[in-house]
């Protein structure tokens, strides 16, 4: 193993963050994640877990503590991260293939090298036959697959999932989330994942932090000890069960006053 | 398409009863034909002048042309200026209201005095006035960008020429083209509005607006109001230009350009 294995992928320490001069959004955080970790967190809307991933992107900037991802500041470490948002975020003007190259693109990829692998990828996640089709034709589950592979396309070692599947019905979600798992065993990228959903946190999740509101900050940590290659048959066993009934629990103790 | 031919058909049909309107109204009112002629007149006004009618539409229409395109290319310049920041739009927007408030009608002698009648100052007054909605419209497409496609670009550590031409300028299209939509008619009501004080340098002679008002000086209401239905025309088919550019730059992206279904 070299020295460089040793770093966490994101450290966060004492990290505070208050936008003007509203309520502090996030109390003194400290957040280690490990390399290759898949990290769910999970908590009421408004307690700043959006937040969290925006700092870890240097998108929005910590009053005070400080943020490394990879042993960098965070505006440094952007090339290596992918942020996948909500709402699909695709350019409504470009085809599914362009909206997979854009990564490539603003990063001065040369043409034929962007055309090999934008079509390995739409293989990779099913799009091939849409390839030339407009946001505007695809459905909710097809424009998150777009934008999960457009995260894919810059070959990420840390992807930044804010709540991707939440407007999707729930087959789509289970599917999309066992694929998410899929890709990221072939990959090898670390994993931050937001989500409200209790069982989608627990199926994905190596860790899960529970956030508590006003002011946001770490209510609790679970480590998901399930069996390694999970399948959606898990979802219907009784250690899945147990966990999700018990973070469930926590997360219900953090909405009391 | 069959859509599209359904409503030219609808237009026509309404074209036809108001015509027909127009000939009772003549019946039954017994109106004198210099104060409004008979479509039949009208007609025959049309095809005697024919050549002169023509070249009436082609003057006005190379002036509204011109004065729209300058628009278009000077109304996207300052859209991008106003883009680059809140402080230059703050300082600067006003100003747009105020081409968009000046009643032509007053400057129009004032350009006419500077910059001399004739073909170059109408078309300058053209320009002037459909210039606002197009720098509104624009301006509103550049800076109303989803705050995500912005962090998107971000992380990609895209430049400044990238966020530009890549997302701020392609959102802007589809108000590109609504203020080109609406500027479109206002500058066919420019160019006229331009004509009526720059008179012409040949007598009988002139775009729409200077034959407007000769032949009115000369009670020709038959020619009047084929000028006038010459006018129409004009502005019609800008927008249809228009519409058809739109539709055909917008529809495989845009939701407002696509055949309209939902009314
Ligand atoms: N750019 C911003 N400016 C001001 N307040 C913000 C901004 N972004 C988020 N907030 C506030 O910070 C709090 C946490 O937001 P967010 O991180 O989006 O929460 P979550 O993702 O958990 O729902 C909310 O109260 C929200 O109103
Ligand atoms: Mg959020």
Request: hydrophobic share 50%; aromatic share 8%; charged share 15%.
């Given at each position: 193993?070299?020295?460089?294995a040793?770093v966490?992928?994101?450290?966060?320490?004492?990290?505070?963050?208050?936008?003007?001069?509203?309520?502090?959004?996030?109390e003194s955080?400290?957040?280690?994640?490990?390399k290759?970790?898949?990290?769910g967190i999970?908590g009421?809307?408004?307690?700043?877990?959006?937040?969290?991933?925006?700092?870890?992107?240097g998108?929005?900037?910590?009053?005070?503590?400080?943020?490394?991802v990879?042993?960098?500041?965070?505006?440094n470490?952007?090339?290596?991260?992918s942020?996948?948002?909500?709402d699909?975020t695709?350019?409504?003007?470009r085809?599914?293939?362009?909206?997979?190259?854009?990564?490539?693109?603003?990063?001065?990829?040369?043409?034929?090298?962007?055309?090999?692998e934008i079509?390995a990828?739409?293989?990779?996640?099913?799009?091939?036959?849409v390839?030339?089709?407009?946001?505007?034709?695809?459905?909710?589950?097809?424009k998150?697959r777009?934008?999960?592979?457009?995260?894919?396309?810059?070959?990420?070692?840390?992807?930044?999932?804010?709540?991707?599947?939440?407007?999707?019905?729930?087959?789509s979600?289970?599917?999309?989330?066992?694929?998410?798992?899929?890709?990221?065993?072939?990959?090898?990228?670390?994993a931050?994942?937001?989500?409200h959903?209790?069982?989608?946190?627990?199926?994905?999740?190596?860790r899960?932090v529970?956030?508590?509101?006003?002011?946001?900050?770490?209510?609790?940590?679970?480590r998901?000890?399930?069996?390694?290659?999970?399948?959606?048959?898990?979802?219907?066993?009784?250690e899945?069960?147990?966990?999700?009934?018990r973070?469930?629990?926590?997360?219900?103790?953090t909405?009391?006053? | 398409?069959?859509?599209?031919?359904?409503?030219?058909?609808?237009?026509?049909?309404?074209?036809?009863?108001?015509?027909?309107?127009?000939?009772?109204?003549l019946w039954?009112?017994?109106?004198?034909p210099?104060?409004?002629?008979s479509p039949?007149?009208?007609?025959?006004a049309?095809?005697a002048?024919?050549?002169?009618?023509l070249?009436?539409?082609a003057?006005?229409?190379e002036?509204s042309?011109g004065?729209?395109?300058?628009s278009?290319?000077?109304?996207v310049l300052?859209?991008?200026?106003?883009?680059?920041?809140?402080?230059?739009?703050?300082?600067?927007y006003?100003y747009?209201?105020?081409l968009?408030?000046?009643?032509?009608?007053?400057?129009?002698?004032?350009?006419?005095?500077?910059?001399?009648?004739?073909?170059?100052?109408?078309?300058f007054?053209?320009?002037?006035i459909?210039?606002?909605?197009i720098?509104?419209?624009?301006?509103?497409?550049?800076?109303?960008v989803?705050?995500?496609?912005?962090?998107l670009?971000?992380?990609?550590?895209?430049?400044?020429?990238?966020?530009?031409?890549?997302l701020?300028?392609?959102?802007?299209?589809?108000?590109?083209?609504?203020?080109?939509?609406?500027?479109?008619?206002?500058?066919?009501i420019?160019a006229?509005?331009g004509?009526?004080?720059?008179?012409?340098?040949?007598?009988?002679e002139?775009?729409?607006?200077?034959?407007?008002?000769?032949?009115?000086?000369?009670?020709?209401t038959?020619?009047l109001?084929a000028?006038?239905?010459a006018a129409?025309?004009?502005?019609f088919?800008?927008?249809?230009?228009?519409?058809f550019?739109e539709?055909?730059?917008?529809?495989?992206?845009?939701?407002?350009?696509?055949?309209?279904?939902?009314e």
């Open positions: 193993m070299n020295a460089d040793c966490p992928e994101i450290e966060i320490a004492g990290v505070t963050k208050q936008y003007g001069n509203a309520q502090t959004v996030l955080i400290d957040l280690i994640v490990a290759q970790e898949f990290l999970i009421p809307s408004g307690c700043g877990k959006s937040t969290i991933l925006k700092l870890i992107a998108l929005a900037i910590p009053n005070s503590g400080t943020i490394r990879d042993g960098m500041t965070p505006q470490a952007r090339e290596t991260i942020f996948v948002f909500q699909a695709l350019l409504p003007w085809t599914v293939k362009e909206n997979i190259g854009l990564g490539l693109e603003l990063e001065r990829i040369p043409k034929n090298r962007r055309e090999n079509a990828l739409l293989e990779l996640v099913g799009l091939k036959n390839a030339r089709a407009y946001p505007r034709e695809l459905s909710g589950g097809m998150m777009v934008s999960i592979a457009r995260a894919l396309a810059t070959n990420p070692r840390l992807m930044l999932l804010d709540e991707p599947f939440a407007a999707l019905d729930e087959m979600r289970d599917h999309l989330n066992e694929e998410i798992l899929r890709l990221r065993a072939e990959q090898n990228w670390t931050v994942f937001v989500t959903s209790v069982s989608e946190a627990v199926f994905l999740s190596d899960i529970v956030l508590a509101p006003n002011p946001g900050r770490i209510h609790a940590e679970f998901v000890e399930l069996p390694a290659p999970r399948t959606s048959a898990i979802r219907n066993s009784r899945f069960d147990a966990i999700v009934a973070v469930s629990h926590t997360l219900r103790e909405l009391r006053p | 398409m069959k859509r599209q031919a359904i409503t030219a058909l609808n237009a026509l049909a309404v074209f036809a009863a108001l015509v027909a309107l127009w000939q009772i109204v039954v009112f017994h109106v004198p210099f104060m409004l002629p039949w007149a009208v007609a025959r049309v095809g002048r024919f050549p002169l009618l070249n009436a539409l003057i006005t229409a002036e042309a004065g729209l395109g300058a278009i290319v000077f109304g300052v859209a991008l200026l106003f883009a680059q920041s809140r402080w230059v739009r703050k300082m600067l006003p747009t209201l105020l968009q408030t000046v009643p032509i009608i007053a400057i129009a002698p004032l350009i006419l005095m500077w910059m001399g009648a004739g073909i170059f100052a109408v078309t007054i053209a320009f002037i459909s210039l606002a909605p720098i509104a419209n624009t301006t509103q497409g550049l800076i109303s989803d705050e995500n496609l912005v962090h670009f971000l992380m990609h550590n895209a430049s400044r020429a990238q966020l530009l031409f890549k701020r300028l392609p959102n802007a299209v589809p108000d590109l083209f609504v203020g080109i939509r609406i500027a479109s008619g206002i500058a066919v420019g006229i509005t004509e009526l004080f720059a008179g012409s340098s040949r007598v009988g002139g775009g729409l607006g200077y034959s407007i008002l000769y032949a009115s000086s000369q009670l020709q038959d020619y109001f000028l006038v239905l129409t025309v004009l502005g088919g800008f927008l249809f230009l228009v519409m550019l539709w055909y730059f917008l529809h495989r992206w845009h939701e407002s350009a696509r055949a309209p279904e939902a």
